[in-house]
């Protein structure tokens, strides 16, 4: 895949999708970006703008519509937990193919086997991302982070086609790392991510000030994340997730406090949720994050 003009299928051209997306067609890959009727229109007819102080500012053409309608080499996930049901309709299992890979940059640890009942296991496998990109308008993104971080995986699939996608994002400009252990990366992003996520939403506050006003619940909250982590079977170390706080800026906020400001649905169930489930699975208390996903569940626009 590497050496070869792919053709990469993006469902939901936002933020990380769209950056991806825009990245990908300058490396010379065909892409095709999956939208609504209005969004797919404007990225066929203009492209993909983006504006980064690492990539530069630039233009890329991409294809766009509102279903897969033939087999590609991948299918990189890019939408929100609360709108992956319904985003999945544009993905037929038959018209993706049985070779392709499909990607999910999707928040918690839930969302594999979801996708694995839809399509073939081995061909699903899940993606993290370190980046803050931002889609401004339908086809501008803002690319706002020194880097762009993935952490590559699945448990079902061939490792030589995981380290062939990974050349290409490479070769696209990511910087891509293929982990062995599907659980253990993706418990090692929530425990990074649920409590800032939890805790910004719940304050409505930014990143530096849950470093010092809320210290004391992060790092019990951490710690509740790390029991539960091992309890799966996929341990994290709780120190390297607190060390990671210091190096994001202070103003820094959750993709879910920037949801709840904006009255959208929050990834509550997806990070929070699925936090609380695997502890009830092993019986681990975690008073902590349950009071927060309480207290949250009311602004949250679907249960938990």
Known sequence: MAN????????????????????????GHRVICLAGDATARVLAEDGIRVRSGQF??????????TELREPVDACLIAVKATALDAALERVPAKALGDTALVVPFLNGVEHPATLRERYRPEQVAPAVIR???TRLSPGLIDHGSPFAEIDLTGDTVPRERLDALA?????????????DGEAATLWAKMSFLAP??????????PLGDVRTVHREELLTLIEEIATVSRASGAPVDPAAAL?????????????MQRDAEAGRPLELDAIGGA??????????????????????????????
């Open 4 to 27: 070869e003009r792919l053709t990469v299928a993006v469902l939901g051209p936002g933020g990380i999708g769209g950056l991806l997306a825009a990245l990908l067609a300058r490396a």
């Open 56 to 65: 530069g500012d630039f233009t890329a053409r991409v294809e766009a519509d």
């Open 131 to 133: 980046v803050e990109s």
């Open 167 to 179: 050349g290409a994002l490479e070769s696209a400009g990511a910087r891509v790392r293929v982990q």
């Open 196 to 205: 800032l996520a939890l805790l910004t939403t719940r304050y409505g506050v």
């Open 243 to 255: 060390a990671r706080y210091d190096t994001f800026p202070a103003a820094m906020k959750s993709s």
């Open 275 to 304: 936090l609380l489930r695997a502890a009830d699975r092993y019986g681990v208390p975690v008073p902590v994050a349950r009071r927060l996903v309480d207290e949250l569940e009311p602004i949250s626009g679907a249960g938990v």
